[in-house]
């Protein structure tokens, strides 16, 4: 038999459908190849085997009567941001030190209910700040892929680098991410893979542990353009539970895919070329323009002013939500306690051993910019400039522009424990410089992977799209791929 | 603006996140770096422009004022460090 965990979401849908193997199989295939390679990887912090089974064998079971969801018998992984009853739920932060929720998240609730089978749950980093998955609690995660002659070991980038990297390397058919600043196609360009960040409000937020409450949206990671297409249609949902959830049918996106872009405007935003960035960054974007020229769209040279101030903007709304968002790990309901001579001082001990580092940061920015005197200065500011970005794309979209395409990331992965990137916060919050502007506005974006850089290090590009537009981003990423062909990594593992 | 080490100090408490000297002296410097990087949001002309409240123009869904969930205290309870019955248990709060 073939190796069951090389096909796609759509592949082994179909062929659990026509019987080929058993869904039980299916899932048995990636339970070995995850108990081979995680060691390697570090991409799940929990296998959840007994649960994998027995969904896979009710998935049997369904697919046998000719039953079955849009996911039936298909395996995922699953960001340790999203509550799943009974299972391992702690956004990889020491301070929900065995959390194991007694509900289910609204995103893993509608998979289940079409028929995905659990995996596991995937490292991320610590409350999805970080752009490398080296801030979670349990440890880097390590990139599939490696440059060329070289065993270095490199970030899959992040928050979502479990989920990236355990898609890249064949150990789910797909997984959840999350998304606040580029959490979702920073890693998926960093790992040769497709990533979705949907409009603010299209995906519940309900049961996903809150970073920064405007900006989150869940999305999947996947192998290729359809199957995240696939996993969208299931994730997406209209929520009673989350109030900013809107009331909108869920397309088909799967439909979208193949057709012809030929007459559509493309807008290429003049401020995406950043001073240094790499030569091969602006290649591989000319690359993206050309090929949709030849596919017949019309090519237009935009401007979004305000797009150098997104990333500032960000990391002080992302900060000041974060700081209220986390005020509710205090050692009492949940998670890590530390005792201390009184209340006061037992919430103190409990934050200051439950959190790590750049969580503390972001708390400690989010409490400074929200307290008295400054919360005009910074926060107002910031809302302003905000309004601002967001009209930006307002004004391209109003001029007739169908979607934007940019690059995903200013560069490749780069290698774990970066020297610079230590030194220097602000060195690692630059990854996003592309990805922000698409939270800041509510707008969906997706990361799809064009080519390789000299090293043999998967880049990707960046289409935006007007809101709850998501059709045409897997229209046009479609045609991207069609061009640009699939990637994936040599296996050392 | 930048922060100094007392205002750290100030913030962390705020914050309820305990600091050691040697953590307050680096976050110092952190910070500053961050809060440097943000100034330069004083450079944009907001005059006019109004502070985003919604990424999303829709209006706040409203529902019934009725009970639709309750009966879980066994579950809310399920995870805390200390309880007792139905009751999170804390430190002693009032003398």
């Known amino acids: 038999m073939t190796d069951l965990t090389a096909l796609t979401i759509a592949e082994a849908r179909d062929q659990l459908k026509s019987k080929a193997f058993s869904a039980s199989e299916l899932t048995d295939a990636y339970l070995t190849a995850i108990d081979a390679a995680n060691p390697a990887f570090n991409a799940y912090i929990a296998v959840t085997h007994d649960k994998a089974r027995a969904m896979a064998a009710a998935s049997d079971e369904k697919l046998a009567r000719g039953e079955g969801g849009a996911l039936e018998g298909i395996p995922l992984g699953v960001k340790d941001l999203f509550a799943t009853e009974g299972v391992h739920t702690q956004a990889c932060s020491h301070i929900l030190d065995g959390f194991k929720p007694r509900y289910e998240s609204t995103v893993t609730a509608n998979l289940w209910a079409d028929g995905a089978v659990m995996l596991g749950k995937l490292n991320m980093d610590e409350f999805a700040m970080g752009s490398s998955n080296e801030t979670s609690y349990y440890g880097p995660v390590i990139n599939p892929w490696r440059a060329k002659g070289s065993n270095?070991?490199?970030?899959?980038?992040?928050?979502?680098?479990?989920?990236?990297?355990?898609?890249?390397?064949?150990?789910?058919?797909?997984?959840?991410?999350?998304?606040?600043?580029?959490?979702?196609?920073?890693?998926?360009?960093?790992?040769?893979?497709?990533?979705?960040?949907?409009?603010?409000?299209?995906?519940?937020?309900?049961?996903?542990?809150?970073?920064?409450?405007?900006?989150?949206?869940?999305?999947?990671?996947?192998?290729?353009?359809?199957?995240?297409?696939?996993?969208?249609?299931?994730?997406?949902?209209?929520?009673?539970?989350?109030?900013?959830?809107?009331?909108?049918?869920?397309?088909?996106?799967?439909?979208?895919?193949?057709?012809?872009?030929?007459?559509?405007?493309?807008?290429?935003?003049?401020?995406?070329r950043v001073e240094g960035m790499p030569e091969e960054i602006e290649a591989l974007w000319q690359k993206g323009i050309a090929w949709l020229r030849d596919a017949g769209a019309e090519i237009v040279d935009i401007s979004l002013p305000h797009t150098k101030y997104a990333l500032p903007a960000y990391y002080i709304v992302a900060p000041a939500e974060a700081s209220s968002n986390l005020a509710r790990y205090d050692g009492v309901r949940y998670g890590l306690r530390v005792p201390g001579k009184d209340i006061a001082d037992m919430y103190e001990n409990t934050r200051a051993a439950g959190f790590g580092r750049e969580v503390k940061r972001r708390i400690m920015i989010g409490t400074y910019v929200l307290s008295a005197g400054y919360y005009d200065a910074y926060y107002l500011q910031a809302q302003k400039v905000r309004t601002l970005i967001k009209r930006d794309f307002e004004q391209a979209f109003a001029n007739g522009i169908d979607v934007i395409l940019t690059p995903a990331t200013p560069s490749a992965a780069f290698g774990v424990a970066d020297q610079d990137m230590a030194a220097d916060p602000v060195k690692m919050y630059l990854n996003d410089i592309f990805t922000v502007t698409v939270n800041m506005a509510g707008l969906p974006g997706i990361a799809v992977p064009a080519g390789l850089d000299a090293r043999g290090l998967?880049?990707?590009?960046?289409?935006?799209?007007?809101?709850?537009?998501?059709?045409?981003?897997?229209?046009?990423?479609?045609?991207?791929?069609?061009?640009?062909?699939?990637?994936?990594?040599?296996?050392?593992? | 603006m930048s922060v100094d080490i007392q205002t750290v100090k100030r913030v962390a408490h705020l914050a309820r996140i305990a600091v050691s000297e040697d953590d307050a002296q680096r976050m110092t410097g952190e910070l500053n770096a961050i809060l440097g990087f943000v100034e330069q949001l004083n450079e944009v002309d907001v005059s006019g422009v109004e502070p985003m409240t919604s990424v999303t123009p829709v209006a706040m869904k409203k529902r019934q004022d009725v009970v639709t969930d309750g009966s879980k205290t066994a579950d809310i309870v399920a995870n805390a460090p200390a309880t007792d019955e139905n009751f999170f248990l804390v430190p002693k709060v009032v003398e």
């Open chain 1, 152 to 272: 270095a070991d490199l970030v899959p980038g992040g928050s979502s680098g479990g989920s990236a990297a355990a898609v890249s390397a064949r150990l789910c058919a797909g997984a959840t991410a999350t998304d606040t600043g580029g959490s979702i196609r920073q890693p998926a360009a960093f790992t040769g893979t497709v990533g979705i960040k949907p409009t603010y409000g299209r995906v519940s937020r309900w049961g996903t542990v809150a970073f920064a409450s405007s900006l989150d949206q869940a999305g999947p990671i996947a192998r290729d353009v359809r199957d995240a297409a696939i996993m969208l249609k299931s994730m997406a949902s209209v929520d009673a539970k989350d109030t900013t959830s809107v009331d909108m049918a869920v397309p088909d996106y799967e439909a979208a895919i193949g057709r012809s872009v030929k007459g559509m405007k493309i807008g290429i935003p003049k401020e995406y």
């Open chain 1, 458 to 493: 998967p880049l990707g590009l960046q289409l935006i799209g007007r809101p709850f537009d998501e059709e045409t981003l897997f229209q046009t990423a479609g045609v991207i791929e069609q061009a640009a062909g699939r990637f994936t990594p040599e296996k050392w593992w």
